[in-house]
């Protein structure tokens, strides 16, 4: 039961969804991280266009992770509170398909480098 003597949820339940969400974020700045530093470090790939557009996807892939850890937590929060089941995440499989783009780049880069 979710519920205790009120109207606030058991405070367990909340300290969790805002742990998933800082997991979220983590995420979205380890992407964002990786997007500029692919950009701005100097590489070992020749093709300045190849390494851009993979910062770029790098990029929008952060801000897509960041933006669905927002949707997510306050579609969890407005569930916990009342009393209902948890909402499905759409992001999930849009990151997946995102980061396999992302690693089929970053492959033919390096295969035009060989």
Same mark, same amino acid.
């Given at each position: ?15 969790? $969804?805002? &742990? ?26 020749? $093709?300045?266009?190849? &390494?851009? %557009? ?6 929008? +892939? ?9 949707? &997510?937590?306050?579609? $969890? ?8 089941? +948890?909402? &499905? ?5 849009? +990151?997946?398909?995102?980061? %396999? +783009? ?13």
């Amino acid at each position: 039961m979710t519920q205790r003597g009120g109207d606030e949820p058991d405070y367990r339940f909340t300290l969790a $969804n805002e &742990r998933t969400f800082l997991a979220w974020i983590r995420t979205a700045l380890a992407l964002l991280a990786a997007g500029v530093g692919v950009v701005a470090l100097p590489g070992r790939f020749s $093709n300045d266009t190849g &390494r851009r %557009v993979l910062g770029v996807m790098l990029v929008l +892939l952060a801000c897509t992770a960041a933006a669905a850890a927002y949707r &997510r937590w306050r579609g $969890n929060d407005r569930a916990i509170r009342a009393d209902l089941p +948890l909402p &499905r995440s759409q992001a999930v499989p849009v +990151l997946a398909v995102g980061l %396999v +783009l992302v690693m089929l780049t970053a492959f033919a880069l390096v295969l035009a480098d060989i």
